[in-house]
C-alpha cells in the first residue's frame, strides 16, 4: 500500500467521521427513508455504531505519515512551515464546528518537533532526546491543548521509533499502547460500573477503533504512489475547507 493510498484512506475516514458528526448516520436515514417513525430504528442504530469505527481509521494514519514525513523530508523547515500556516488556517474551522480550539494539525506539528528534537538531543548526549521526548509529551498531556494531545505525540514517537520492528511485534505493542493511553475511560467504565451497550461501545470505538488506523500501516510499501500538481498542498486544503463548510451547514441547520 503505497503513501498516497494510506494518505487517501484516512482522508475518506475523517470525512466520514466529520460528516456524520453533522448528520448522525441513523437519524439522516430516518428523515430521507421512513419520516414517518415515531421511534429510533434499531437496526440502523446498528448500522451507525458499526460504521463509526469507520471514523476512528483517519488519525493513527495521519500520524503515521509525520513520522514517515519527518524520515524523508528534504526541507524540515518548509515541512514545520507548512503544518504551522495550516493549523492556524483551520483553527476557526475547527472552533466552528466542535465549538473548541486545538485542532490536530497543531499536534502533528507538535509531534514533528518532538522528534526533531529527540535527534538533536541524541546526537548532543546519548539518551537525552530520548528524556526531552518524553518531557514533552508529559507537558503536552498534562496541559491538553490540541486534540490527542501527548497520547498522539506518544504515537508518533512509536511509529517512529517502531519502524524497522517486524510486524508481528507491532501488533504486540500497540495492542498494549492503544488501551494503556485510554486507561481514564477504562477506569470510569469499570469504577463506575457502566455496563451499558451506549457505554461499552464508546470504550471499544475509543480504545480499540484506532487500531484499524495503525493496521493499516503495517500494509505500507515504502512506496510514494501516484503524483500530481499540486498534490503536496491537496492534503492540507481540505481539512480547513471542509471543516468550514460543514461548520457553515451545522450553523444553518441551528440557525445560528
Known sequence: MSFFTLKTVALLSMLWDHVTYVWPLALTLEVLFFPDVSESIPALLVLQRATDYLGRIAAPIFLFSIANGYRHTRNFNKYALRLLVFACLAEYPYYLLFGFHGNIMFTLLLGLLTLRLMDWGNGKRTGLGYVLAVGLVILAHHFRLTEGGGRYILFILAFYLTEQW????????????????????????????????????????????PLLGVAFTFFYNGKKGPAFPGDKYLWYVFYPAHLLLLGLAQRAMLGV
Open 166 to 209: 517486524p510486524v508481528r511485534k507491532k501488533v504486540l505493542l500497540w495492542l498494549v499502547l492503544m488501551p494503556l493511553f485510554r486507561y481514564g475511560l477504562i477506569w470510569e467504565f469499570f469504577a463506575e460500573q457502566l455496563f451499558t451497550y451506549p457505554w461499552f461501545h464508546m470504550l471499544c470505538i475509543n480504545a480499540v477503533g
